[in-house]
């Protein structure tokens, strides 16, 4: 039996709430597969939840306090957990985010955006102006600095070992001036060389291809399944079924085939880079 991984509660809010939920749960005499009777979660859901690795939904909590008779204190503190988990992310990334850190490997099909953890600042800021275009400078500011704060995760120099698969669209079509394009795939193209990150481009010409429609992240853990991401313009869902996650693997490993090799895949996020730092300004 594995020995138990105990948490300090003084790490988050969310790490927190877990220590108290599995405190409760024990001095309780309930097992996590007790816990999750009459529940829609999974014992690994809840699991997660007592480690402070995702956040408690709030029918989670109404569910806790009336199994565990805790007078309503998991769904009054349910609020505190998710703004202090949120920062300057959507809400439904907030997860997501906290696994980034403890993932062994993340896999990323981007279609139409350079993913979040390869943005440069001055790329991060367009995208933000151009999906919040109302929003106030300092907010601008906070989601920008959450976006690039989440690339820590590359301070270790082995894992999270991130192989990103790009379209060609990306490189072809800016959305930004020409310098933060420049800079951009420079960027992108730099990691790659340091042996950091693994990129591949899916050429224009590849035809039909297992992700037509959609985006998806996929991440393996050491002490933990295999979670999928998808997302879409204003929301996103975290995917842990097991057949779910396989059906992910299996299509993004049929695009990864589709795609040009590592090597020519440089090669062209290098002429885009070129590309854009050479343009004439217009």
Request: include cysteine; charge should be negative.
């Amino acid at each position: 039996m594995p020995p138990r991984k105990d948490l300090d509660a003084a790490a988050s809010v969310s790490a927190f709430y877990g220590a108290e939920l599995r405190w409760k749960r024990e001095a309780a005499g309930m097992t996590l597969q007790e816990l999750t009777e009459g529940c829609f979660y999974s014992v690994a859901y809840l699991s997660q939840i007592e480690l402070g690795e995702r956040r408690m939904p709030l029918d989670l909590a109404r569910h806790a306090d009336q199994v565990l008779h805790t007078d309503g204190f998991f769904e009054r503190r349910c609020e505190d957990a998710r703004k202090a988990r949120r920062g300057g992310h959507a809400e439904y990334f907030a997860d997501v985010v906290e696994q980034e850190k403890r993932a062994r490997t993340i896999e990323e099909w981007a279609p139409s955006l350079i993913p979040g953890l390869l943005q440069t600042g001055p790329y991060a800021r367009a995208v933000v102006r151009a999906t919040h275009p109302l929003e106030q400078p300092e907010d601008v500011t906070a989601k920008v600095e959450a976006r690039l704060a989440r690339a820590s995760v590359f301070d270790d120099p082995r894992t999270p070992e991130l192989w990103v698969v790009l379209h060609e669209y990306l490189l072809r079509h800016p959305i930004a001036d020409r310098e933060v394009m420049a800079e951009q795939f420079a960027h992108i193209a730099d990691l790659a060389r340091r042996g950091r990150i693994l990129v591949q481009v899916l050429p224009l010409n590849a035809g039909a291809h297992p992700f037509m429609v959609g985006t998806v992240k996929l991440m393996t853990f050491a002490d933990a399944p295999p979670v999928a991401y998808t997302e879409a313009l204003h929301s996103g869902q975290l995917v842990d079924d097991p057949t779910l996650v396989q059906q992910y693997r299996k299509s993004y490993d049929l695009l990864r085939a589709a795609a040009l090799s590592p090597r020519a895949s440089l090669s062209t996020i290098e002429e885009a880079a070129g590309g854009h730092r050479d343009a004439p300004q217009q």
